[in-house]
């Protein structure tokens, strides 16, 4: 029998797959910061990083806001406890 997961485990799953955004979350778990910076630090450019934001905000797990001409990033309001639970269930089979 196949289980589909819920559009947010995929999403979250998705989001969590790749390093650099990995890397975004933890950043942005010790500070808020700007696409801008985010791009800066991971040497990529403004589009690359956008995206990566752009996924991340579509799991939950960053919010972004517009101040001006600045985007600002910071962690999502939305834990991992869904995806925790699957985890947990996939790890006791």
Same mark, same amino acid.
């Given at each position: 029998?196949?289980?589909?997961?819920?559009? &947010?485990?995929?999403?979250?799953?998705?989001?969590?797959?790749?390093?650099?955004?990995?890397?975004? =979350? *933890? %950043?942005? $778990?010790?500070?808020?910061?700007?696409?801008?910076?985010? &791009?800066?630090?991971?040497?990529?450019?403004?589009?690359?990083?956008?995206?990566?934001?752009?996924? =991340? *905000? %579509?799991? $939950?797990?960053?919010?972004?806001?517009?101040?001006?001409?600045?985007?600002?990033?910071?962690?999502?309001?939305?834990?991992?406890?869904?995806?925790?639970?699957?985890? *947990?269930?996939?790890?006791?089979?």
């Amino acid at each position: 029998m196949v289980h589909h997961l819920p559009f &947010a485990l995929d999403a979250s799953f998705r989001a969590l797959s790749d390093v650099t955004r990995r890397g975004v =979350l *933890e %950043q942005l $778990g010790r500070s808020e910061a700007s696409i801008t910076a985010l &791009a800066e630090k991971f040497q990529m450019t403004l589009t690359g990083m956008k995206k990566h934001v752009s996924l =991340l *905000e %579509q799991a $939950g797990l960053v919010r972004t806001e517009k101040i001006g001409r600045v985007r600002t990033c910071r962690l999502g309001g939305r834990g991992l406890e869904a995806e925790m639970r699957w985890i *947990e269930e996939y790890r006791r089979r």
